[in-house]
């Protein structure tokens, strides 16, 4: 069985932890491979195929680097939180010995979450006229905001060829349910369910107090298109990462992943337990 880890390596107890856990999979005849080392690039990444397990240990934006390097796989992924908000983590050392929560993990006794993905093509045109796209996939928003040329964008969002309107203002979020508690939460929009599989758009400081955040069908295309009437330069970062389109930025069109994202934890209730500890403060003794 084959055990991919996945560090923040700027935190020291993070490795420290990674080096217990390889030290004791091992002596129960795992096989335990670590992540490259972006910072230092100290070596290329290693091939998580046929990993059985993803263990992150680090805050939030170290679990979203696990998921995406496992990509479409559907290999399951445990966070262990070394980080400041730890919302997508089953546990953290704070709360628990870690090596129990990996146990279970191990033994198929934890509950499995399966998260929407979101997908979007961003197409562009050169100053020649060609046209390019990228395409990205990720697990919590994709962004589009105001560059640092602009100072605010203008844009119509439509969803499933149907036009909702033309908003002016700092952007759009395109979140999934899982992204609801990030971005998308503090421009203003509901915190969901992560078995809700549709995607919440919520607009970012609209000129115009008739905007509102609203939600979609699993099946719905969202299609945000740049208005040329007032030409500006967006920025585009899916789950906080800018994307470099070539060209003038012409739409955004977003839509749910192919495959899903499956975050190990101990059951339902450990949503709306973050929910309480992380956005009301609440703290629990048991």
């Known amino acids: 069985m084959k055990i991919f880890l996945v560090p923040n390596y700027q935190k020291s107890e993070a490795v420290q932890s990674g ?61 262990l939180s070394y980080g400041h908000l730890g919302f997508l983590t089953a546990a953290s050392p704070e709360e628990r010995d870690i090596l129990p929560v990996v146990a279970d993990a191990l033994a198929g006794e934890m509950h499995v979450s399966r998260r929407a993905t979101i997908h979007c093509d961003v197409y562009s045109v050169d100053e020649r006229g060609e046209e390019h796209t990228i395409s990205a996939f990720g697990l919590n ?49 509901p915190i969901v369910s992560p078995e809700y599989t549709g995607l919440v758009c919520v607009p970012i400081a609209p000129h115009t107090i008739q905007a509102r955040a609203f939600l979609t069908s699993p099946s719905d295309i969202v299609e945000v298109t740049m208005s040329h009437d007032r030409p500006s330069v967006p920025a585009i970062a899916v789950d906080g990462r800018f994307l470099t389109p070539t060209g003038v930025v012409e739409r955004l069109v977003s839509r749910r992943g192919e495959a899903d994202v499956l975050l190990l934890d101990y059951g ?14 609440v703290r629990r003794n048991d």
């Open 19 to 79: 080096l217990t856990l390889e030290l004791w999979l091992s002596r129960q005849g795992y096989e335990v491979v670590w992540a490259a080392d972006q910072k230092s690039k100290i070596a290329a990444e290693p091939d998580i195929d046929g990993s059985d397990l993803v263990i992150s240990l680090g805050g939030d934006g170290t679990l979203l680097r696990a998921v995406r390097i496992v990509g479409s796989r559907e290999i399951p992924i445990l966070g």
């Open 141 to 189: 928003d994709i962004a589009l905001t105001r560059g640092p040329l602009s100072d605010m964008v203008e844009f119509d969002i439509s969803v499933s060829g149907h036009h909702i309107d033309r908003l002016r203002g700092d952007g759009v979020v395109v979140s999934t349910a899982t992204g609801s508690t990030g971005y998308a939460l503090s421009a203003g929009g």
């Open 268 to 281: 339902p209730e450990s949503f709306y337990n973050s929910v309480s500890r992380v956005f009301y403060g």
